[in-house]
Structures are given as structure tokens and as C-alpha cells.
């Protein structure tokens, strides 16, 4: 299952980028000029929990710019954009990218936190009349354990590969209404050899929204909810579009670092 999960979409550029590049700007910004913070600059990883994969997302957006670096808190710089041509003299605003994310198997958890490590990450640019930027953030590997949703009070299906008949095995659903709903997410993930490799032993953590996400024929129903409301009732307009759901529940930590569940049901009513 692919789901969106941030209200925020990734503009297609046309953009130069080059990894670990040097930084060498002296010619865009004038160096007596004080530097001025984005408006949000944001580093942090997201976990899919049924899946098994871990990936590194960046959000960034303030005044339109004409070269971005992010640099890891070792100061490697990860990411060196370039504006180029007509797109140069116009700037960006928001910028936000998503890495890929192999599954364990192809990279342990314990390695992709050794290849991002914790800390102070800096994100510098400069602007269109050549003013430095800077913000600082902080990248924690502190991971929400995975949300434990139910639908009806039904635990939530593991098997939900409907292009493999024996990997799916959807909850079966006969009445209405049809309500999600999970217990709060407290700490941070259990699993010393997948996601929680970064912090043992596992933490308190502080949620600040959950989103679902529920996914029927071609429609998307998508709530962001604050912490402490852990339940959704959908809408009678969703269930009459089609028979099988799939769906997501996703935790999201306060440093923006997210861990989501995914799942399915079927609705069959007499």
C-alpha cells in the first residue's frame, strides 16, 4: 500500500542537485549581510511499520531562494540545490523531498541510523538578492511505536497483499457504523533490532497529531487529528463508494518523526 501522509506536496523542479557538493557561494550573497531563519525547516524519518522500511523527509519553505544545503550534525553536507535558468530569477518557497526506503533486509535499521545521525542538522541557502539563510534543527532517532488500531473493536489485519490470495486476510466488517480507532501512542518503538535501534531502551514520547488515512476504489480520505483524539467514524459517503478498504494510522512525535500502521477491512452487510 503507498499512502501520502503530510498535507504538503512535493513540486516537480527544475532543479540541479548535487550530494556532498561544495558549498562555494561567495558570488551569491553578500557576507556583511546578517543571515535570516526559514520559516520551517524540518528534517526527520519516517517508519512504516507493516512494511518494515525506514526513510529520511525534509520539509523547507520560507523566502524564495536561490541555493539550499543541508548539512548532517557531523557537517557533511547531504543535499547542495542549485536553482538554475528562468527558475533561478523566480526563487523557490517550499521545498520537500522523501528518500527511499529500503526494507530492512535491504538496510538494517541499526545502519540507516548510523548513516543519519542524531543531532543538529543545518539547512543555509541564499536568496534571490543574495542574502544567507540559516536554521537549525534537531534530528532525533527517537521513533513512535507503531499505532494499534482497531475497526469495530476488531484488531487490526496483518495480511493485506491483495494481489497474493494467501496474503490477504482483511477484517471482515457487517455492520455500521464503522468506526477506527487506537490507544494512545506513549513511547517510543519497542524493537531493539528494527526501528528502535536508535534509542534503547525505549522512551516516553510526545505525539502531536495522528493522521488517517483510509484509501476505497479511487478515493482517499485523509484527517489529521491532535493528540488524545485516537478514534474516527467514517462517513456514510466514503463506505458507499466501494467494499475494501485499506487504511493507515500514523503516530507523529513532536521532532516530526513518524511511525505508521497499515491494514485493511472488508465491508460486508446482509
Known sequence: ????????????????????????????????????????????????????????????????????????????????????RTLRRQGLTEFFFESAEPTFDELDPLDFFRRF??????????????????????????????????????????ECDDEEPDEYNPTIVD??????????????????????????PPEPVTIVNYQLVVEVEDAVFSLILPPGETSVTLPDSLLGIGDEFKYEVLAREESYNQTATESCFVLELD
Open 117 to 158: 545521525p542524531k543531532g543538529e542538522y543545518e539547512v543555509e541557502g541564499v536568496t534571490l538578492d543574495g542574502q544567507e539563510m540559516e536554521s537549525e534543527t534537531w534530528v532525533s532517532h527517537l521513533m513512535p511505536e507503531p499505532p494499534q488500531p482497531t475497526v469495530n473493536g476488531v484488531p487490526f489485519a496483518t
Open 175 to 200: 455492520s455500521l457504523p464503522i468506526t477506527i480507532a487506537w490507544p494512545d501512542v506513549t513511547m517510543s518503538h519497542p524493537d531493539a533490532d528494527g526501528a528502535g535501534a536508535g534509542v534503547q
Open 1 to 84: 500500500m503507498t499512502f501520502k501522509h503530510l498535507p504538503f506536496k512535493p513540486l516537480a523542479l527544475a532543479i540541479a542537485v548535487a550530494l556532498a557538493a561544495p558549498l562555494g557561494w561567495a558570488d551569491d550573497h553578500d557576507e556583511d549581510d546578517d543571515e535570516i531563519p526559514f520559516d520551517v525547516a524540518e528534517i526527520f524519518f519516517e517508519l512504516n511499520d507493516t512494511d518494515g522500511d525506514l526513510g529520511i523527509h525534509a520539509l523547507i519553505d520560507g523566502e524564495p531562494w536561490k541555493r539550499l544545503v543541508i548539512e548532517d550534525s557531523r557537517g557533511r553536507k547531504l543535499l547542495n540545490v542549485r536553482v538554475q
